[in-house]
């Protein structure tokens, strides 16, 4: 079974400003940028991770109610991770017989498109896994540059 991390979220107050320090300290480049129903979002990539800035608009989706600690709107800091894996069943497996707990998402019917399912790990760090990968981010298992 293989996993590869690709994804970091960071919850920030303002997105463009954090990217554009990210743009003009490390290269990084945007991949993708839009505003939805629970985040301003920008995606960055380095040409194999993905970081994503966030700003929650709902405390719910901010993790507030599902986080120990209370996340929520006004929390700045690393949010979550996610790893691309070869196989997603298995992995969900695998992650609750270690102690991990299923939060949200499921893997589209078709398993197509994109879509990430949340965990956390034992010590309550949240995770994604997918398949389909997230946007700037090296998305090919055992792809090397």
């Given amino acids: ?14 997105p463009n ?5 990210y743009e003009k ?10 505003v939805s129903d629970f985040a301003d979002v920008v995606y960055l990539s380095d040409g194999v991770m993905s970081l994503t800035l966030l700003k929650f608009e709902s405390e719910v989706l901010a993790g507030k109610d599902t986080h120990p600690e209370g996340l929520g709107k006004e929390f700045v800091g690393i949010h979550h991770m996610g790893f691309l ?3 997603v069943e298995k992995t969900q497996k695998l992650a ?5 707990t299923y939060l949200m998402g499921e893997m589209p019917g078709d398993s197509k498109g994109y879509y990430e399912i949340k965990y956390r790990d034992p010590n309550q760090v949240m995770f994604d896994i997918t398949h389909s990968g997230w946007a700037g981010a090296e998305n090919e298992i055992g792809a090397k540059k």
């Fill in 96 to 100: 609750e017989e270690n102690g991990g």
């Fill in 1 to 14: 079974m293989v996993g590869k991390l690709r994804h970091i979220a960071i919850s920030v107050p303002d």
């Fill in 85 to 87: 894996v070869d196989d």
């Fill in 17 to 21: 400003a954090a990217a554009e320090f």
């Fill in 25 to 34: 300290t490390f290269g990084m480049v945007r991949a993708k940028e839009y």
